[in-house]
């Protein structure tokens, strides 16, 4: 609930607050409180960490083998996530570049209006990516230190994609 606050709000959520969440349930999948070894030998971890203070932290917790980066322009996301828009009631997801509603702003399945969350709108996507860049370029170079960090670069998500997966399947098999 409190990491929803801030998203909700345009901001990102705090390091200590990501750490608490993060940590204690990748520590729960990997080492289960029963004793029990648990079924995961490994996670993929989407968004975390984001700053140095997070990656630090998460080292302390479990080894990281290698961290994957999506290095996208700014632009490119700034029109990816405008372009989004939402049914509140049942969480119904359009986007006007490759899902579009069947008549602009409205649900295809009630007929009613559409909304456009504000951390989706022009302005509080380039104050959260200006955020993003600043507190993730010291981690970013920490994992490159280190000769962990793989970067994509890249427009389309369906390129950088199969260059992930494959660079995946060559390095784990």
């Not at 203070?53 to 405008?82: C, G, W, Y």
């Not at 509140?88 to 008549?103: A, I, L, Q």
């Not at 920490?142 to 660079?167: E, P």
């Amino acid at each position: 609930m409190k990491a929803k606050e801030y998203m909700e709000s345009g901001e990102l959520v705090p390091d200590d607050v990501m750490i608490k969440l993060l940590v204690e349930d990748c520590k729960a999948l990997l080492e289960p409180p029963d004793g029990n070894p648990g079924n995961a030998k490994s996670l993929l971890l989407d968004g975390f960490p984001r700053t140095l203070e997070q990656a630090i932290a998460l080292e302390k917790s479990m080894h990281v083998d290698f961290v994957i980066n999506l290095d996208i322009p700014t632009e490119t996301i700034i029109m990816r996530l405008s372009d989004r828009w939402i049914h509140p009631p049942s969480g119904r997801v359009y986007s006007y570049g490759y899902r579009p509603p069947k008549v602009p702003e409205k649900d295809d399945i009630t007929g009613e209006p559409l909304d456009q969350r504000e951390d989706d709108k022009p302005e509080s996507i380039r104050t959260r990516l200006d955020a993003y860049d600043e507190a993730t370029l010291p981690m970013i170079d920490y994992y490159v230190n280190q000769g962990l960090l793989k970067s994509f670069a890249g427009t389309k998500s369906d390129v950088i994609y199969i260059r992930v997966r494959q660079w995946l399947e060559e390095i784990l098999d």
